[in-house]
T-cell receptor, first 108, second 114 residues
C-alpha cells in the first residue's frame, strides 16, 4: 500500500521567515499534489507535480519533486498571516493517499 | 475548470437513521469516485473507491454494509451512512477522477449524529 509521510505536523512560523514542509512516499507514483485546507472547508489545490525535477511556484509557495528520492518539498518564503492553514501532500497511483498534514500558523 | 457538487454541506441526524450524501460532477465524466472521511484535526482517510457501474472497493476496516456507495452514472455517486451512530460524525469528502486522470474534490459534508 502506498504510504505518505509528511513532516513537520505542526509549524509555527514567524512572519517574514522561510520554512519547508517535507513529503516522502513509499512507492512509485503517478503524480504528487499539494493542497491547502482551511478550517471547516474542503481542499484547495495548490500544485500538481508530474515528473522528476518539477518545480512550481505560486506567490510565496514553491513545490518541488524528486522522484528518485520519493520526496517533495513545499517551501514557504517570507511567511505572512494569510498562509495559516493545514497543508497536505497527496500521491496517486491507483488511488490518492494523503500525508498527515502540516498545521501551519504564522505569528507576527 | 472541473467542478464536483457535493450535497448536503452539513446534516444533523438522529442516531439509528440513515443519511445520503451526493456527489455530482458537473462538467466532466467521473470514471472513478473516491470517498474520504476526515475526523477533526486528522488527515483524509480513503473509505472506498467506486467505478461507474461496478461495486465499490472498500478499504480495510470500513464496513461496506454500513457505508453504501452507489455510482450508477458517470456523473453521480452517492454515499449512504446507514444506522448512523455518534462515532460516524465526521467530515465526508468525495473526489472524482476524470478521463484526464485529474482529481476534483467536492466541498465536503459535515455529518453530526446526535
Amino acid at each position: 500500500e502506498l504510504k505518505v509521510e509528511q513532516n513537520p505536523l505542526f509549524l509555527s512560523m514567524q512572519e517574514g521567515k522561510n520554512y519547508t514542509i517535507y513529503c516522502n512516499y513509499s512507492t512509485t507514483s503517478d503524480r504528487l499534489y499539494w493542497y491547502r485546507q482551511d478550517p471547516g472547508k474542503s481542499l484547495e489545490s495548490l500544485f500538481v507535480l508530474l515528473s522528476n525535477g518539477a518545480v512550481k511556484q505560486e506567490g510565496r509557495l514553491m513545490a518541488s519533486l524528486d522522484t528518485k528520492a520519493r520526496l517533495s518539498t513545499l517551501h514557504i518564503t517570507a511567511a505572512v498571516h494569510d498562509l495559516s492553514a493545514t497543508y497536505f501532500c497527496a500521491v496517486t497511483s491507483w488511488d490518492m493517499r494523503f500525508g498527515a498534514g502540516t498545521r501551519l500558523t504564522v505569528k507576527p | 475548470g472541473a467542478v464536483v457538487s457535493q450535497h448536503p454541506s452539513w446534516v444533523i441526524c438522529k442516531s439509528g437513521t440513515s443519511v445520503k450524501i451526493e456527489c455530482r460532477s458537473l462538467d466532466f465524466q467521473a470514471t472513478t469516485m473516491f470517498w474520504y472521511r476526515q475526523f477533526p484535526k486528522q488527515s483524509l482517510m480513503l473509505m472506498a473507491t467506486s467505478n461507474e457501474g461496478s461495486k465499490a472497493t472498500y478499504e480495510q476496516g470500513v464496513e461496506k454494509d454500513k457505508f453504501l456507495i452507489n455510482h450508477a452514472s458517470l456523473t453521480l455517486s452517492t454515499l449512504t451512512v446507514t444506522s448512523a451512530h455518534p462515532e460516524d460524525s465526521s467530515f465526508y469528502i468525495c473526489s472524482a477522477r476524470g478521463q484526464d486522470n485529474g482529481y476534483t474534490f467536492g466541498s465536503g459534508t459535515r455529518l453530526t449524529v446526535v
